[in-house]
């Protein structure tokens, strides 16, 4: 069945310190991947997103995700953080098929950013 | 442009009772879905529509319905409100189908 996990609930990072994020996935085909960002009591914000070519994939706010079909992984980076990164985030899997397509999200990881 | 809107952004019901929740896509998206969000959770699928029709239905029960109007507008009914139930319901929308765009979110408790 297909899953995503993200090992980290919570992580606590200072400001200006480099971010990675970590997130798993399990999916027969090829994965469309997805990251999102929410902040308290709002919806999703996309990230950045990857469906084929070059494995790392540039995104919005500095961050940048690679993916790894080996280890079947899609962790998220960015190589300094700012207290306005203080959020959830969400590493999603695509799942398609004819004209239906879902999403499949992990548990997330909240992010704490430390002055 | 305006995002994917939806309506209202809280709610509070009674056990028992029925809810709808409203969205708007994103000016030429075709396809609509629903999520449910629990706290502490990540979203989990719901309903897709595109053009009309229900394309997926995820791991929810009957209780549970909704549909796309022409103007690719969608509602979410749920009958029945358990404690359960009380959590964010979020809507996307897609041009495509493979990218979605979510909105803000309805807050919806049940009491």
């Known amino acids: 069945a297909q899953s995503v996990t993200q090992p980290d609930i919570h992580i606590t990072v200072s400001e200006g310190a480099s971010l990675e994020l970590r997130c798993n996935y399990s999916?027969?085909?090829?994965?469309?991947l997805f990251w999102y960002v929410q902040s308290p009591g709002q919806g999703l914000q996309l990230l950045l997103k990857?469906?084929?070519?070059?494995?790392l994939v540039q995104g919005i706010k500095g961050f940048e995700a690679e993916f790894k079909r080996s280890q079947s992984s899609f962790n998220l980076r960015k190589p300094s953080v700012h207290w306005s990164d203080a959020a959830e985030y969400f590493c999603?899997?695509?799942?398609?098929?004819?004209?239906?397509?879902?999403?499949?999200f992990g548990k997330g990881t909240k992010l704490s950013v430390k002055p | 442009d305006a995002g994917v809107t939806q309506s209202p952004t809280h709610l509070i019901k009674t056990r028992g009772q029925q809810v709808t929740l409203r969205c708007s896509p994103i000016s030429g998206h075709k396809s609509v879905s629903w999520y449910q969000q629990v706290l502490g959770q990540g979203p989990q699928f719901i309903f897709q529509?595109?053009?009309?029709?229900?394309?997926g239905r995820g791991n929810f029960p009957d209780r549970f319905s909704a549909r796309q109007f022409p103007n690719y507008s969608s509602e979410l009914n749920v009958n029945a409100l358990l404690l359960g139930d009380s959590a964010l319901y979020l809507c996307?929308?897609?041009?495509?189908?493979?990218?979605?765009?979510f909105g803000s979110g309805t807050r919806l408790t049940v009491v």
């Open positions: 999916y027969g085909a090829t994965p469309y």
């Open positions: 999603a899997v695509g799942i398609y098929g004819g004209s239906q397509g879902n999403l499949i």
């Open positions: 529509y595109y053009e009309k029709e229900e394309r």
């Open positions: 996307a929308s897609s041009l495509d189908g493979y990218g979605y765009t």
């Open positions: 990857y469906f084929s070519g070059d494995t």
